[in-house]
Nanobody, 128 residues
Framework: QVQLVESGGGLVQPGGSLRLSCSAS????????IGWFRQAPGKEREAISC????????YYADSVQGRFTISRDTFRNSVILQMNSLKPEDTAVYYC?????????????????????WGLGTQVTVSS
């Protein structure tokens, strides 16, 4: 059973940075593609980043491209989402999800959406 836990959320001013971590117990995250999603109040859940299992290819949504960076911390069995230049519109609950890697990134993200390996989320609030 894969149990994911997000941490690192909080309140930050516009232009600030946060570092989110997705950690797991009972399984090595290196065996999965890991995605980050977010959901703001009244909005649909959005896939914002993903890192593949085999070659660590990454994906970023246009809304976060150039500001967010996803990476693996194999030693700590975690996946990091470094978020810089935060904007008020980044305010949301951030979730990580795991799934076996598929043939392409969109298929991998789709499998994550349907799968059962999700954390409970961490709140990120960007406000002055």
């Amino acid at each position: 059973q894969v149990q994911l836990v997000e941490s690192g959320g909080g309140l930050v001013q516009p232009g600030g940075s946060l570092r989110l971590s997705c950690s797991a117990s009972g399984v090595a995250l290196d065996y999965f593609a890991i995605g980050w999603f977010r959901q703001a109040p009244g909005k649909e859940r959005e896939a914002i980043s993903c890192i593949r299992q085999t070659d660590s290819t990454t994906y970023y949504a246009d809304s976060v491209q150039g500001r967010f960076t996803i990476s693996r911390d194999t030693f700590r069995n975690s996946v990091i989402l470094q978020m810089n230049s935060l904007k008020p519109e980044d305010t949301a609950v951030y979730y990580c999800a795991a799934a076996p890697e598929q043939s392409d990134m969109q298929a991998t993200l789709a499998l994550m959406e349907l799968g059962s390996y999700w954390g409970l989320g961490t709140q990120v609030t960007v406000s002055s």
